[in-house]
Nanobody, 124 residues
Framework: QVQVVESGGGSVQAGGSLRLSCTAS????????VGWFRQAPGKEREFVGV????????LYADSVKGRFTLSRDNAKNTVYLQMNDLKPEDTAVYYC?????????????????WGQGTQVTVSS
């Protein structure tokens, strides 16, 4: 069993930045992609982005493209989500998940291990 832990959430004003971290308890298969999702109150969990282990494939939701950036430190088994130019509509609980596949996808069903989430609140 792999435990996934997110950190770095908090409260910021619109236009601010946050960096979320996602660390797995042990090294997953070298072919596993890692993705981020978010869930706002009263809404379904939605895809934010996914990065393959080697970085050859990175996908972002249209709503965050150009503002959010995924990176990965394999030595630390950690994936980062840098969030810039945050907007109030980015307010949500952000979840990290380890995919079953090499490249991942926008589908929640493609992810095997999930973290407990970290709250991001953006005020106007």
């Amino acid at each position: 069993q792999v435990q996934v832990v997110e950190s770095g959430g908090g409260s910021v004003q619109a236009g601010g930045s946050l960096r979320l971290s996602c660390t797995a308890s042990r090294r997953t298969s070298s072919n596993n992609a890692v993705g981020w999702f978010r869930q706002a109150p009263g809404k379904e969990r939605e895809f934010v982005g996914v990065r393959s282990w080697n970085g050859a494939s990175i996908l972002y939701a249209d709503s965050v493209k150009g503002r959010f950036t995924l990176s990965r430190d394999n030595a630390k088994n950690t994936v980062y989500l840098q969030m810039n130019d945050l907007k109030p509509e980015d307010t949500a609980v952000y979840y990290c998940a380890v995919a079953r596949s090499s490249y991942g996808s926008a589908s929640r069903g493609d992810y095997q291990y999930w973290g407990q989430g970290t709250q991001v609140t953006v005020s106007s």
